[in-house]
């Protein structure tokens, strides 16, 4: 197959040459929406599948049965694209793409097993390419390293070539491909950016969509527009900011400091967290935190000393009614099971929602979180979507700790009282005194 007969330059459009032709081991493309992105890297790979004999092509998602509806059909998408869709088998169980003139595949995988995942062979050929779709729901840095070690594997030679695409929307600056990839580049690693601008095919509704969204939404436009590192819609917490909270004097009777406790142990970090919540002026402030895997209930306990939050209430992970007695007994006395129920996930969240939050900038693991905490468009309760059960313990522990928060009521009195003092001095919650 050659370029001229399928007019690749019509069928794909601008904007991607440099994509394309790209042979570097990392090919990492973020972008926002509408940018053609998935398009192309579909378009692309089955042209090169079908340029370079022996080459296979292993496509990855966080979720295996993620890809029908996304990679599947974009695949199948760009065979009917470039009218080549009689040359190819497709079919769902086993999910494969097989080129029939020469038995080169494309395998589907989820890095929800990613020890089967590694393991991923082809009878014929060699198994050189990767692309990770939506490479941005990938939370773990070593499930990626423990793929990357195995495929794409054994040595080829030219004109094949080993190569990993990560394609994603990039959700938040503290992710760890902003820091592999884009903060660190190498002589390996190819990094593009794309956005709506660059995309040919759409019409004057589709961007006027963009438009409207660069003046009423920002902040969305940043990334779902732009492609710029960010936060993107389907957040389950947008009303944030990262900063240090100063609280005058008059204003500290609104405030009082609240605390929770998230178990994890090897796969998932326990978390603790404590902060501010003023129900006056509907405001939270998040001042401090500890987010770590394996800690033994005594190293969860030394923590907390180490805070001096030993004695104060701490809602913890009802689920872990041993580990709450441990704490109880190794001096955490005041430690309570969170409340869990009917839509208590739902309603803390909607509670949370009604506060303005501001995040002390050295909770990084908390602000890590906040910024890629989503809803998961595959579960639901009662017809509502429920959040992304995953790298949300700190979310949790916050959530089990706002149970207390619907009971505190400043007294009205001091309330009014208040409103005539105008000589304010600061103080910051972190440096020491008491609420």
Not at 34 to 54: D, H
Not at 263 to 273: E, I, L, S
């Amino acid at each position: 197959m050659t370029t001229s007969q399928v007019r690749l330059s019509e069928i794909t459009g601008g904007g991607y040459d440099g994509f394309w032709s790209c042979e570097k081991r990392y090919r990492v493309l973020k972008g926002g929406k509408g940018s053609k992105k998935s398009a192309t890297t579909a378009l692309n790979f089955i042209f090169r599948l079908m340029k370079l004999e022996n080459s296979n092509l292993l496509v990855v998602r966080q979720v295996m049965n993620t890809h029908r509806d996304s990679t599947f059909a974009q695949l199948k998408w760009a065979q009917e694209r470039l009218g080549v869709a009689h040359l190819w088998k497709n079919t769902v169980s086993p999910m494969e793409m097989t080129y029939l003139p020469t038995g080169q595949k494309i395998l589907f995988r989820g890095f929800d097993d990613v020890l089967k995942l590694a393991s991923t062979t082809v009878s014929a050929g060699y198994l050189n390419f990767v692309w990770i779709e939506e490479a941005f729901e990938i939370s773990s840095e070593a499930d990626f390293d423990k793929l990357d070690l195995s495929v794409p594997r054994g040595t080829v030679e030219p004109p094949l070539y080993k190569q990993t695409t990560l394609t994603f929307n990039p959700w938040s600056g503290t992710h760890w491909l902003k820091k592999r990839f884009f903060d660190r580049p190498d002589d390996r690693t190819a990094v593009f950016s794309t956005n709506y601008l660059i995309n040919e095919f759409l019409d004057a509704a589709d961007r006027a969509v963009f438009e409207r969204m660069k003046k009423e939404n920002p902040r969305k436009y940043e990334v779902a527009g732009l492609g710029n590192w960010g936060i993107s819609e389907g957040l389950v917490y947008e009303n944030w900011t990262v900063g240090k909270k100063e609280i005058p004097e008059s204003e500290r009777y609104k405030w009082k400091s609240f605390f929770g406790l998230d178990y994890g142990y090897t796969n998932d970090p326990t978390g603790f967290v404590g902060f501010a919540a003023n129900p006056v002026d509907r405001e939270l402030y998040i001042y401090c935190e500890f987010c770590k895997k394996r800690m033994l209930n005594s190293d969860i306990a030394e923590a907390i000393r180490k805070l001096g939050f030993a004695k104060e209430r701490i809602r913890a992970d009802c689920a872990e009614p041993k580990s709450n007695e441990d704490l109880r007994r190794m001096g955490i006395s005041r430690i309570i099971p969170s409340v869990k129920g009917r839509d208590s996930i739902l309603n803390g969240i909607a509670a949370i929602n009604e506060y303005r939050i501001t995040v002390n900038p050295d909770c990084v693991n908390m602000i890590r979180e906040l910024s890629s905490y989503v809803y998961d468009d595959r579960a639901s309760e009662n017809g509502l979507r429920l959040p992304k059960d995953s790298d949300n313990h700190l979310c949790d522990a916050l959530r089990y700790a706002f149970e207390d928060v619907k009971h505190f009521r400043p007294h009205r009195e001091e309330i009014k009282k208040a409103d005539d003092i105008s000589a304010i001095t600061g103080s910051d919650i972190n440096g020491g005194w008491d609420i």
